[in-house]
């Protein structure tokens, strides 16, 4: 059982930076590949990044790729995802979740409950 809890959401000007955090509880943190993924409002749960149990390998959507960072400390139980250049059209609550693969689809075993992000114009 993985116990996960998002924190660094909030409110950004269009251009700046966020830094999301996915504390996850219990020993085996390192067991699992870690995902963030985002849900705007009448839209379905995308994909947002990818990170494996070890962190060599790192995937993201286009719409991410080269603005956002996806890490994890293994020491600290905690995936991280960078958020830099924001975009109004990045606005949506934000839910880690970890599992035993890298997916780009909602196949992941555990979810947190989410951190609202919004970005203003």
């Known amino acids: 059982q993985v116990q996960l809890v998002e924190s660094g959401g909030g409110l950004v000007q269009a251009g700046g930076s966020l830094r999301l955090s996915c504390a996850a509880s219990?020993?085996?943190?390192?067991?699992?590949?870690m995902g963030w993924f985002r849900q705007a409002p009448g839209k379905e749960r995308e994909f947002v990044a990818a990170i494996s149990r070890s962190g060599d390998n790192t995937y993201y959507a286009d719409s991410v790729k080269g603005r956002f960072t996806i890490s994890r400390d293994n020491v600290e139980n905690t995936s991280y995802l960078q958020m830099n250049s924001l975009k109004p059209e990045d606005t949506a609550v934000y839910y880690c979740?970890?599992?035993?693969?890298?997916?780009?689809?909602?196949?992941?075993?555990?979810w947190g409950q989410g951190t609202q992000v919004t970005v203003s114009s």
């Open positions: 979740a970890a599992g035993p693969w890298p997916y780009t689809s909602i196949s992941y075993t555990y």
């Open positions: 219990g020993r085996t943190f390192s067991s699992y590949a």
